[in-house]
Nanobody, 129 residues
Framework: QVQLIESGGGLVQAGNSLRLSCEVS????????VGWFRQVPGKKREGIAC????????FYAESVKGRFTISRDNAKDIVYLQLNNLRPDDTGVYYC??????????????????????WGEGTQVTVSS
């Protein structure tokens, strides 16, 4: 049974950092990609980072490039998202996801999830100004 459990969210001031964790089970990080999405009420869920099993290729949305870093610890079955230099517009619920494919689905520089993606329940990140 595939499961993803996020943790590490919280309330921080702008300019500070957080590290989110996504603990996975039911599949190997050597076999499937994992992505991070975030959602703000009233807006579509935005794909912000993804780590592919193909050569460890990463993708970042322009809004987070240079500030966020995705990484994984295969031994612990955890994917991390390091959030640096946080801004108030980074506020939202952050979800990790696996498309259950080896690669990330990126079209025209936008990260998409698959219809059969598995999701965690999300962790709230709130950045105050």
């Amino acid at each position: 049974q595939v499961q993803l459990i996020e943790s590490g969210g919280g309330l921080v001031q702008a300019g500070n950092s957080l590290r989110l964790s996504c603990e996975v089970s039911g599949f190997s990080l050597n076999d499937y990609a994992v992505g991070w999405f975030r959602q703000v009420p009233g807006k579509k869920r935005e794909g912000i980072a993804c780590l592919s099993t193909r050569f460890g290729t990463t993708f970042y949305a322009e809004s987070v490039k240079g500030r966020f870093t995705i990484s994984r610890d295969n031994a612990k079955d955890i994917v991390y998202l390091q959030l640096n230099n946080l801004r108030p517009d980074d506020t939202g619920v952050y979800y990790c996801e696996t498309p259950h494919t080896r690669g990330c689905t990126v079209v025209r520089n936008t990260l998409f999830h698959e219809a059969m993606s598995y999701w965690g329940e999300g962790t709230q990140v709130t950045v105050s100004s």
